[in-house]
C-alpha cells in the first residue's frame, strides 16, 4: 500500500513540476468537472489526504482555507510539509490496522483505517486523471499514470 501511495506523490511532484509552465490564469479558471480549477484541484487532494491521516490518527482536522494558497509554490510547500507526516503515519502502518474503526468530526458514521487509506490512494488517481483531460485542453502533456518504471520496487 505505501508503494501506491509513493506513486501517486512522484506523480504529484511530476504535476506540480508540469504545471509550472501554465500561466497562473489557466491554473485558477474554473473548469468543467471535478472540483474547479487546475490549482485547487491540486489542493483539494492534499486537504482530503491530510485531514483523512489526521483523522485515522485521532488528531483533530485542521482547516486549511484555500483563499490563502493561490500560488502553485504556495500548494506545493503545503504537499511537502503535509508529505512528511504522512509518509512517517505510513510507515508503521500495519496490516493489523486495516479494520480498526474510527470517526471524524466531518462525517457521520464509523470507517475502516483500511477502507480510509485505499480511499485516498483511489481519490487522487482520480482527480489526476481530471488533470490529465485538463492539460490537454491547455495544450500541456499529461503526466504519465504509469507505476510501471518509476522505481518503485527496487
Not at 40 to 64: A, C, K, N
Not at 79 to 98: A, G, I, R
Not at 104 to 125: D, F, P, T
Request: hydrophobic letters at 40%; glycine letters at 6%.
Amino acid at each position: 500500500m505505501i508503494k501506491l501511495f509513493q506513486y501517486n506523490w512522484m506523480v504529484r511532484d511530476e504535476w506540480f513540476e508540469r504545471c509550472k509552465q501554465v500561466p497562473i490564469e489557466e491554473l485558477l479558471r474554473n473548469r468543467m468537472g471535478g472540483t474547479g480549477s487546475i490549482l485547487y484541484t491540486l489542493f483539494h487532494i492534499l486537504d482530503v489526504e491530510y485531514s483523512w491521516i489526521r483523522g485515522i490518527q485521532g488528531e483533530p482536522d485542521i482547516q486549511f482555507q484555500y483563499e490563502n494558497y493561490k500560488t502553485l509554490e504556495q500548494v506545493k510547500q503545503l504537499s511537502d510539509s503535509w508529505n512528511k507526516e504522512t509518509k512517517s503515519f505510513l510507515d508503521n502502518w500495519s496490516d493489523d490496522l486495516d479494520s480498526e474503526k474510527i470517526t471524524v468530526s466531518w462525517m457521520e458514521g464509523h470507517y475502516a483505517k483500511g477502507e480510509i487509506v485505499r480511499h485516498l490512494i483511489a481519490h487522487e488517481i482520480h482527480h489526476m486523471g481530471q488533470l490529465s483531460i485538463w492539460a490537454r485542453e491547455i495544450g500541456i502533456q499529461p503526466v504519465s499514470a504509469n507505476v510501471i518504471d518509476r522505481g518503485l520496487f527496487k
